[in-house]
Protein backbone atom coordinates (compact mmCIF):
# COMPACT_ATOMS: atom_id res chain seq x y z
CA UNK A 1 0.00 0.00 0.00
CA UNK A 2 3.13 2.20 0.39
CA UNK A 3 3.93 2.19 -3.10
CA UNK A 4 0.68 3.94 -4.10
CA UNK A 5 1.43 7.50 -5.57
CA UNK A 6 -0.67 10.39 -5.33
CA UNK A 7 -2.97 11.40 -8.42
CA UNK A 8 -0.74 12.31 -10.83
CA UNK A 9 2.71 11.39 -10.00
CA UNK A 10 4.45 9.00 -11.76
CA UNK A 11 7.72 6.62 -12.07
CA UNK A 12 9.73 7.29 -14.93
CA UNK A 13 13.15 5.53 -13.82
CA UNK A 14 14.32 2.91 -11.75
CA UNK A 15 15.28 4.79 -9.31
CA UNK A 16 12.26 6.60 -9.14
CA UNK A 17 10.78 3.10 -8.44
CA UNK A 18 13.14 2.00 -6.09
CA UNK A 19 13.46 5.43 -3.77
CA UNK A 20 12.28 4.58 -0.51
CA UNK A 21 10.62 8.65 -0.36
CA UNK A 22 8.86 8.51 -3.47
CA UNK A 23 7.90 12.28 -4.04
CA UNK A 24 9.99 15.38 -2.67
CA UNK A 25 7.08 16.18 -0.23
CA UNK A 26 7.81 12.70 1.42
CA UNK A 27 11.49 13.81 1.85
CA UNK A 28 10.33 16.93 3.07
CA UNK A 29 8.31 16.08 5.80
CA UNK A 30 10.33 12.97 6.78
CA UNK A 31 13.96 15.59 7.30
CA UNK A 32 11.83 18.44 9.53
CA UNK A 33 10.45 15.27 11.60
CA UNK A 34 14.31 14.49 12.33
CA UNK A 35 15.19 18.20 12.67
CA UNK A 36 12.57 18.90 15.18
CA UNK A 37 13.51 15.67 16.70
CA UNK A 38 17.17 16.91 17.66
CA UNK A 39 15.28 20.03 18.47
CA UNK A 40 13.68 19.35 21.50
CA UNK A 41 16.29 19.14 24.35
CA UNK A 42 16.75 22.83 23.13
CA UNK A 43 13.72 23.08 24.13
CA UNK A 44 13.89 21.42 27.74
CA UNK A 45 14.24 23.63 30.73
CA UNK A 46 17.75 22.38 30.83
CA UNK A 47 18.11 23.88 27.46
CA UNK A 48 17.80 27.53 26.13
CA UNK A 49 14.88 27.59 25.31
CA UNK A 50 13.06 26.29 28.64
CA UNK A 51 9.55 25.69 26.77
CA UNK A 52 9.41 21.91 28.27
CA UNK A 53 10.02 19.55 30.70
CA UNK A 54 13.49 17.50 30.66
CA UNK A 55 11.39 14.45 31.55
CA UNK A 56 10.19 14.75 27.98
CA UNK A 57 14.08 14.45 27.19
CA UNK A 58 14.60 10.97 28.66
CA UNK A 59 11.32 9.63 27.71
CA UNK A 60 12.53 10.09 23.94
CA UNK A 61 15.46 8.91 24.43
CA UNK A 62 14.10 5.52 26.29
CA UNK A 63 11.61 4.86 23.03
CA UNK A 64 14.69 5.75 20.16
CA UNK A 65 16.65 3.01 22.56
CA UNK A 66 13.35 0.33 22.49
CA UNK A 67 12.76 0.91 19.16
CA UNK A 68 15.42 -0.41 18.06
CA UNK A 69 15.31 -3.51 20.14
CA UNK A 70 11.80 -3.99 18.88
CA UNK A 71 12.97 -3.35 15.70
CA UNK A 72 15.57 -6.00 15.64
CA UNK A 73 12.65 -8.34 17.12
CA UNK A 74 10.58 -7.11 13.88
CA UNK A 75 13.03 -8.42 11.44
CA UNK A 76 13.00 -11.85 13.51
CA UNK A 77 9.51 -11.81 14.47
CA UNK A 78 7.34 -9.60 11.51
CA UNK A 79 9.58 -10.94 8.53
CA UNK A 80 10.74 -13.95 9.30
CA UNK A 81 7.91 -15.86 11.51
CA UNK A 82 10.21 -17.00 14.25
CA UNK A 83 8.92 -16.12 17.27
CA UNK A 84 11.04 -15.36 20.20
CA UNK A 85 10.98 -14.87 24.07
CA UNK A 86 14.56 -13.83 24.79
CA UNK A 87 14.92 -10.49 23.41
CA UNK A 88 15.86 -8.99 26.45
CA UNK A 89 18.60 -11.53 27.44
CA UNK A 90 20.15 -10.66 24.12
CA UNK A 91 19.87 -6.94 25.20
CA UNK A 92 21.89 -7.94 28.41
CA UNK A 93 24.39 -9.37 26.69
CA UNK A 94 25.13 -6.18 24.56
CA UNK A 95 24.79 -3.96 27.76
CA UNK A 96 27.29 -6.24 29.99
CA UNK A 97 29.92 -7.11 27.61
CA UNK A 98 29.67 -3.18 26.73
CA UNK A 99 30.34 -2.13 30.29
CA UNK A 100 32.54 -4.93 30.87
CA UNK A 101 34.78 -3.76 27.68
CA UNK A 102 34.88 -0.65 29.36
CA UNK A 103 35.80 -1.08 32.58
CA UNK A 104 37.85 -3.92 31.81
CA UNK A 105 39.88 -3.41 28.80
CA UNK A 106 39.76 0.40 28.19
CA UNK A 107 37.25 -0.09 25.49
CA UNK A 108 35.95 3.46 24.60
CA UNK A 109 31.85 3.59 23.62
CA UNK A 110 32.31 3.87 20.02
CA UNK A 111 34.75 0.88 19.95
CA UNK A 112 32.57 -1.28 22.39
CA UNK A 113 29.29 -0.41 20.83
CA UNK A 114 29.63 -2.79 17.54
CA UNK A 115 32.36 -5.53 19.46
CA UNK A 116 29.38 -5.81 21.96
CA UNK A 117 26.72 -5.70 18.95
CA UNK A 118 28.51 -8.49 17.10
CA UNK A 119 29.05 -10.26 20.41
CA UNK A 120 25.44 -10.40 21.20
CA UNK A 121 24.57 -11.58 17.58
CA UNK A 122 27.00 -14.47 17.62
CA UNK A 123 25.17 -15.89 20.55
CA UNK A 124 21.72 -15.03 19.15
CA UNK A 125 23.08 -17.70 16.15
CA UNK A 126 23.99 -20.21 19.02
CA UNK A 127 20.34 -19.90 20.23
CA UNK A 128 19.08 -19.52 16.62
CA UNK A 129 20.10 -23.36 16.23
CA UNK A 130 16.85 -24.75 17.21
CA UNK A 131 14.66 -22.95 14.03
CA UNK A 132 16.21 -26.02 12.03
CA UNK A 133 14.29 -28.92 13.67
CA UNK A 134 11.82 -26.72 15.34
CA UNK A 135 9.16 -23.52 14.73
CA UNK A 136 5.79 -21.86 16.28
CA UNK A 137 5.69 -22.93 19.71
CA UNK A 138 8.20 -25.04 20.32
CA UNK A 139 10.87 -22.40 18.86
CA UNK A 140 9.37 -20.13 21.42
CA UNK A 141 10.14 -22.50 24.20
CA UNK A 142 13.43 -23.07 22.44
CA UNK A 143 14.36 -19.33 22.96
CA UNK A 144 12.99 -19.08 26.40
CA UNK A 145 15.76 -20.93 27.23
CA UNK A 146 18.19 -18.28 26.78
CA UNK A 147 16.03 -15.83 28.56
CA UNK A 148 16.53 -17.62 31.36
CA UNK A 149 20.24 -19.38 30.74
CA UNK A 150 21.68 -16.12 30.00
CA UNK A 151 20.84 -14.43 33.16
CA UNK A 152 21.99 -16.84 34.92
CA UNK A 153 25.28 -17.33 33.82
CA UNK A 154 26.12 -12.90 33.77
CA UNK A 155 24.78 -13.62 37.62
CA UNK A 156 26.81 -16.80 38.97
CA UNK A 157 29.68 -17.48 37.09
CA UNK A 158 30.55 -14.22 35.79
CA UNK A 159 30.15 -12.60 39.06
CA UNK A 160 33.41 -11.81 39.28
CA UNK A 161 33.22 -8.87 36.50
CA UNK A 162 29.84 -7.99 35.99
CA UNK A 163 28.61 -8.06 39.95
CA UNK A 164 26.15 -9.92 39.96
CA UNK A 165 23.20 -9.01 41.68
CA UNK A 166 25.11 -5.45 42.60
CA UNK A 167 24.57 -2.91 40.06
CA UNK A 168 27.55 -2.51 37.81
CA UNK A 169 28.52 1.53 36.92
CA UNK A 170 28.81 2.03 33.46
CA UNK A 171 31.63 4.75 32.92
CA UNK A 172 30.19 8.00 30.29
CA UNK A 173 30.99 7.85 26.18
CA UNK A 174 33.35 10.60 25.40
CA UNK A 175 35.13 12.53 22.50
CA UNK A 176 39.09 12.91 23.14
CA UNK A 177 40.93 13.83 25.51
CA UNK A 178 42.06 16.44 23.27
CA UNK A 179 45.41 17.79 23.16
CA UNK A 180 47.16 18.23 27.01
CA UNK A 181 46.69 21.88 28.58
CA UNK A 182 48.91 20.47 31.30
CA UNK A 183 51.85 18.30 31.82
CA UNK A 184 53.65 18.09 35.32
CA UNK A 185 56.28 15.58 37.12
CA UNK A 186 55.18 14.63 40.52
CA UNK A 187 57.95 13.86 43.21
CA UNK A 188 58.39 11.49 46.35
CA UNK A 189 55.43 12.17 49.16
CA UNK A 190 54.96 16.03 47.41
CA UNK A 191 51.50 16.03 46.12
CA UNK A 192 49.84 17.62 42.85
CA UNK A 193 46.97 19.82 43.69
CA UNK A 194 44.95 20.65 40.88
CA UNK A 195 41.27 21.94 39.76
CA UNK A 196 39.42 19.99 37.84
CA UNK A 197 35.67 18.66 36.28
CA UNK A 198 33.21 20.12 34.17
CA UNK A 199 29.94 18.48 33.14
CA UNK A 200 30.39 18.56 29.14
CA UNK A 201 34.48 19.41 28.80
CA UNK A 202 35.42 16.91 31.09
CA UNK A 203 39.10 16.80 32.54
CA UNK A 204 40.38 13.51 31.73
CA UNK A 205 43.58 13.05 34.35
CA UNK A 206 46.14 10.49 33.41
CA UNK A 207 49.81 9.55 34.90
CA UNK A 208 53.05 7.65 33.26
CA UNK A 209 55.21 5.97 35.58
CA UNK A 210 58.90 5.95 34.11
CA UNK A 211 62.07 4.88 35.14
CA UNK A 212 61.85 3.36 38.35
CA UNK A 213 64.77 1.86 40.38
CA UNK A 214 63.73 -0.68 43.25
CA UNK A 215 60.20 -0.87 44.64
CA UNK A 216 57.53 0.42 42.58
CA UNK A 217 56.14 4.08 44.21
CA UNK A 218 52.49 3.93 45.95
CA UNK A 219 50.23 6.09 43.99
CA UNK A 220 47.28 7.82 45.13
CA UNK A 221 44.43 9.86 43.35
CA UNK A 222 41.88 11.89 45.77
CA UNK A 223 38.92 13.33 44.48
CA UNK A 224 36.81 16.83 45.87
CA UNK A 225 35.68 14.67 48.71
CA UNK A 226 39.22 13.44 50.08
CA UNK A 227 38.12 10.16 49.18
CA UNK A 228 41.52 7.74 47.04
CA UNK A 229 39.83 6.86 44.01
CA UNK A 230 40.28 2.78 43.86
CA UNK A 231 41.70 1.45 40.93
CA UNK A 232 38.59 -0.34 40.41
CA UNK A 233 36.43 3.22 39.69
CA UNK A 234 34.57 2.46 36.80
CA UNK A 235 35.99 6.04 36.07
CA UNK A 236 39.46 4.49 36.45
CA UNK A 237 41.54 2.62 33.61
CA UNK A 238 44.90 1.37 35.24
CA UNK A 239 47.92 0.51 33.11
CA UNK A 240 50.09 -2.32 33.80
CA UNK A 241 53.47 -4.44 32.09
CA UNK A 242 53.56 -7.96 31.51
CA UNK A 243 54.77 -8.40 35.22
CA UNK A 244 51.66 -6.90 36.54
CA UNK A 245 53.34 -4.04 37.68
CA UNK A 246 51.57 -0.51 37.20
CA UNK A 247 52.84 2.04 34.71
CA UNK A 248 49.94 4.15 34.87
CA UNK A 249 46.14 5.10 35.28
CA UNK A 250 43.72 7.57 33.48
CA UNK A 251 40.55 9.49 35.15
CA UNK A 252 37.69 10.99 33.99
CA UNK A 253 37.59 13.52 36.60
CA UNK A 254 33.56 14.31 36.42
CA UNK A 255 33.05 16.09 39.67
CA UNK A 256 34.05 19.50 39.84
CA UNK A 257 36.35 20.32 42.77
CA UNK A 258 40.25 19.80 43.80
CA UNK A 259 41.93 16.67 42.97
CA UNK A 260 45.41 15.70 44.19
CA UNK A 261 48.09 12.91 42.82
CA UNK A 262 50.56 11.70 45.19
CA UNK A 263 53.61 9.52 44.62
CA UNK A 264 55.49 8.05 47.78
CA UNK A 265 58.41 5.94 47.32
CA UNK A 266 58.50 2.49 49.63
CA UNK A 267 61.19 1.00 50.91
CA UNK A 268 63.46 -0.05 48.16
CA UNK A 269 63.18 2.61 46.08
CA UNK A 270 65.54 4.30 45.44
CA UNK A 271 64.08 6.69 41.91
CA UNK A 272 61.11 7.11 40.21
CA UNK A 273 59.80 9.48 37.44
CA UNK A 274 56.67 10.43 36.88
CA UNK A 275 54.40 13.01 34.83
CA UNK A 276 50.48 13.90 35.26
CA UNK A 277 48.41 15.26 32.10
CA UNK A 278 45.54 16.82 31.56
CA UNK A 279 43.39 17.20 28.92
CA UNK A 280 39.94 17.99 27.94
CA UNK A 281 37.25 15.47 26.55
CA UNK A 282 33.70 15.85 25.51
CA UNK A 283 31.47 13.95 27.58
CA UNK A 284 28.01 12.35 27.43
CA UNK A 285 27.07 11.89 30.62
CA UNK A 286 24.09 13.68 30.58
CA UNK A 287 21.10 12.68 29.78
CA UNK A 288 20.81 15.51 26.86
CA UNK A 289 24.16 14.85 25.82
CA UNK A 290 22.85 11.03 25.25
CA UNK A 291 19.88 11.73 23.34
CA UNK A 292 22.16 13.24 20.43
CA UNK A 293 23.96 9.66 19.91
CA UNK A 294 20.49 7.55 20.81
CA UNK A 295 18.37 9.56 18.83
CA UNK A 296 20.20 9.85 15.33
CA UNK A 297 21.71 6.04 15.78
CA UNK A 298 18.05 4.94 16.43
CA UNK A 299 16.91 7.18 12.90
CA UNK A 300 19.65 5.30 10.82
CA UNK A 301 19.04 1.59 12.08
CA UNK A 302 15.13 1.94 11.42
CA UNK A 303 16.10 3.52 7.88
CA UNK A 304 18.55 0.62 7.81
CA UNK A 305 16.48 -2.43 8.90
CA UNK A 306 13.32 -0.96 6.35
CA UNK A 307 16.29 -1.28 3.24
CA UNK A 308 17.91 -4.89 4.85
CA UNK A 309 14.09 -5.51 3.71
CA UNK A 310 13.84 -4.38 0.28
CA UNK A 311 16.90 -6.45 -0.58
CA UNK A 312 17.09 -10.03 -1.61
CA UNK A 313 17.51 -11.25 1.77
CA UNK A 314 14.44 -9.65 3.22
CA UNK A 315 12.43 -10.59 0.82
CA UNK A 316 14.00 -14.41 1.43
CA UNK A 317 12.88 -13.15 4.88
CA UNK A 318 9.34 -12.71 4.14
CA UNK A 319 8.98 -15.91 1.61
CA UNK A 320 10.41 -18.24 4.97
CA UNK A 321 7.41 -16.58 7.04
CA UNK A 322 4.55 -16.85 4.49
CA UNK A 323 5.62 -20.67 3.51
CA UNK A 324 9.08 -22.34 4.14
CA UNK A 325 8.26 -25.21 2.22
CA UNK A 326 7.35 -23.50 -0.82
CA UNK A 327 10.73 -20.87 0.02
CA UNK A 328 12.64 -24.26 0.20
CA UNK A 329 11.35 -25.81 -3.14
CA UNK A 330 12.41 -22.24 -4.76
CA UNK A 331 16.05 -23.04 -3.79
CA UNK A 332 16.05 -20.78 -1.14
CA UNK A 333 18.33 -21.83 2.20
CA UNK A 334 15.46 -21.69 4.80
CA UNK A 335 17.82 -22.70 7.24
CA UNK A 336 20.70 -20.14 6.64
CA UNK A 337 18.09 -17.48 6.41
CA UNK A 338 16.97 -18.30 9.60
CA UNK A 339 19.95 -18.11 11.41
CA UNK A 340 20.86 -14.48 9.65
CA UNK A 341 17.36 -13.03 10.82
CA UNK A 342 18.20 -13.94 14.86
CA UNK A 343 21.71 -12.96 14.16
CA UNK A 344 20.66 -9.69 12.66
CA UNK A 345 17.96 -9.83 15.37
CA UNK A 346 20.65 -10.20 18.51
CA UNK A 347 22.50 -7.19 17.07
CA UNK A 348 19.88 -5.35 17.25
CA UNK A 349 19.27 -5.94 20.84
CA UNK A 350 22.92 -5.90 21.26
CA UNK A 351 23.23 -2.35 19.85
CA UNK A 352 20.11 -1.30 22.38
CA UNK A 353 21.31 -2.77 25.24
CA UNK A 354 24.66 -1.15 25.06
CA UNK A 355 22.98 2.54 24.39
CA UNK A 356 20.77 1.77 27.77
CA UNK A 357 23.41 0.40 29.57
CA UNK A 358 25.18 4.13 28.63
CA UNK A 359 22.33 6.52 29.02
CA UNK A 360 21.57 4.93 32.74
CA UNK A 361 25.12 4.60 33.41
CA UNK A 362 24.11 1.87 35.86
CA UNK A 363 23.18 -1.58 35.24
CA UNK A 364 20.93 -4.32 36.80
CA UNK A 365 19.60 -7.61 35.23
CA UNK A 366 16.25 -6.72 36.70
CA UNK A 367 16.36 -4.59 33.74
CA UNK A 368 16.32 -7.70 31.47
CA UNK A 369 13.19 -9.65 32.99
CA UNK A 370 11.49 -12.09 31.15
CA UNK A 371 8.34 -9.42 31.02
CA UNK A 372 10.41 -7.07 29.10
CA UNK A 373 10.75 -9.89 26.29
CA UNK A 374 7.03 -10.59 26.76
CA UNK A 375 6.66 -6.67 26.60
CA UNK A 376 8.38 -6.33 23.35
CA UNK A 377 6.18 -8.79 21.30
CA UNK A 378 3.47 -6.72 23.00
CA UNK A 379 4.98 -3.45 21.49
CA UNK A 380 4.68 -5.33 18.23
CA UNK A 381 1.49 -6.57 18.08
CA UNK A 382 0.35 -3.23 18.67
CA UNK A 383 2.30 -1.63 16.29
CA UNK A 384 2.22 -3.66 13.65
CA UNK A 385 4.93 -6.82 13.05
CA UNK A 386 6.09 -7.21 9.73
CA UNK A 387 5.93 -2.82 9.35
CA UNK A 388 8.90 -0.97 9.09
CA UNK A 389 7.00 1.30 11.43
CA UNK A 390 5.56 -1.41 13.55
CA UNK A 391 8.36 -0.37 16.29
CA UNK A 392 8.22 2.92 16.24
CA UNK A 393 4.31 2.79 16.92
CA UNK A 394 4.16 0.10 19.36
CA UNK A 395 6.99 1.38 21.33
CA UNK A 396 6.04 5.14 21.56
CA UNK A 397 2.19 3.69 22.47
CA UNK A 398 3.54 1.64 25.22
CA UNK A 399 5.75 3.69 27.04
CA UNK A 400 3.56 7.03 26.37
CA UNK A 401 0.85 4.57 28.46
CA UNK A 402 3.31 3.74 30.91
CA UNK A 403 5.04 6.85 31.81
CA UNK A 404 2.49 9.22 30.41
CA UNK A 405 -0.73 8.27 30.57
CA UNK A 406 -1.18 5.75 33.63
CA UNK A 407 0.26 8.24 36.42
CA UNK A 408 -1.76 11.06 34.94
CA UNK A 409 -5.20 8.24 35.22
CA UNK A 410 -4.16 6.45 38.39
CA UNK A 411 -5.34 9.30 41.22
CA UNK A 412 -8.37 9.27 39.05
CA UNK A 413 -8.57 5.05 39.14
CA UNK A 414 -7.67 5.47 42.95
CA UNK A 415 -11.19 6.80 43.72
CA UNK A 416 -13.57 5.13 41.72
CA UNK A 417 -12.22 1.53 41.99
CA UNK A 418 -12.39 1.08 45.57
CA UNK A 419 -15.81 2.22 45.39
CA UNK A 420 -16.81 -0.39 42.85
CA UNK A 421 -14.92 -3.10 44.23
CA UNK A 422 -14.87 -2.59 48.07
CA UNK A 423 -14.23 -6.27 48.53
CA UNK A 424 -10.54 -5.62 47.62
CA UNK A 425 -8.01 -4.20 49.76
CA UNK A 426 -6.70 -0.34 47.97
CA UNK A 427 -3.38 -2.17 48.09
CA UNK A 428 -4.18 -4.80 45.52
CA UNK A 429 -5.92 -2.33 43.24
CA UNK A 430 -3.20 0.14 43.93
CA UNK A 431 -0.20 -2.57 42.58
CA UNK A 432 -2.93 -4.15 39.93
CA UNK A 433 -3.36 -0.48 38.08
CA UNK A 434 -0.56 -0.62 36.05
CA UNK A 435 -0.73 -4.48 34.01
CA UNK A 436 -4.69 -3.74 33.98
CA UNK A 437 -4.27 -1.12 31.65
CA UNK A 438 -1.43 -2.75 29.60
CA UNK A 439 -3.56 -5.50 29.39
CA UNK A 440 -6.52 -3.86 28.50
CA UNK A 441 -4.40 -1.76 25.59
CA UNK A 442 -3.19 -5.16 24.37
CA UNK A 443 -6.80 -6.94 24.39
CA UNK A 444 -8.55 -3.98 22.63
CA UNK A 445 -5.42 -3.79 19.79
CA UNK A 446 -5.60 -7.22 19.39
CA UNK A 447 -9.90 -7.29 19.17
CA UNK A 448 -10.07 -3.99 17.00
CA UNK A 449 -6.81 -3.48 15.39
CA UNK A 450 -5.09 -7.00 14.98
CA UNK A 451 -2.53 -5.41 12.19
CA UNK A 452 -1.66 -2.98 14.05
CA UNK A 453 -1.01 1.12 14.28
CA UNK A 454 1.46 0.48 11.31
CA UNK A 455 -1.79 -1.14 9.46
CA UNK A 456 -3.62 1.59 10.34
CA UNK A 457 -1.43 4.62 9.49
CA UNK A 458 -0.84 2.99 5.79
CA UNK A 459 -4.83 2.56 4.97
CA UNK A 460 -4.81 6.26 6.26
CA UNK A 461 -1.91 7.36 3.86
CA UNK A 462 -3.33 5.55 1.08
CA UNK A 463 -7.20 7.13 1.65
CA UNK A 464 -4.95 10.57 1.72
CA UNK A 465 -3.45 9.92 -1.71
CA UNK A 466 -6.29 8.95 -3.59
CA UNK A 467 -8.79 11.72 -2.33
CA UNK A 468 -10.90 12.63 -3.44
CA UNK A 469 -11.86 8.51 -4.51
CA UNK A 470 -10.96 6.98 -1.12
CA UNK A 471 -12.72 4.06 -0.94
Given at each position: ?A????A???DT???????V???????????????A????????????????????V???????????AA?????????????S?????????????????AR??????W???????????L???F???P?????????A?????A?????????????G?TG????????????G??????????????????????PY?????????G????????????N??????????????????????L????Y?????????????????A?????????????????????Y??????S???????RN?A?T??????I?????????E?L?I????????A???SA??????????????????LD??R?????????M??????G??L????G???I????????P????????I??V????I????????????????A????????????????????V?????????
Amino acid sequence: MANIHPAGVFDTTYEEDMSVDRTPRDKLWKNLAFVALLLVPLLSVSGPLGLISDQYVGLIARIAIFVIAAQGLNILVGYTGQISLGHAAFMAIGAYSSAILARELGFTFWTALPVSAVLTGLIGLFFGLPSLRVKGFYLAMATLAAQFIIPWVLRYPLEGITGGTRPLNVPAPLIGPFASYADDPIDDATPLVFQAGDPYLVDVISLELGRVDGAQPAIELRNPSGDIVPPGDFNMTVFRDADGELTGFSYIATKPGEYAVTATAEAGATAFRARVRRGKALSFATETAMYYIIVPLSVFLMFLARNIARTRTGRAFISVRDNDLAAELLGINVFGYKLRAFFLSAVYAGIAGCLLAYERNSLSLDMFRLDISIEMLAMLIIGGAGYPLGALFGVTFIRVLQEAAIPALRPWLLEILPVLFPFIEVVNITSAINPILFGGALIVFLVLEPRGIAHRWEVLKVAWKIRPYAY
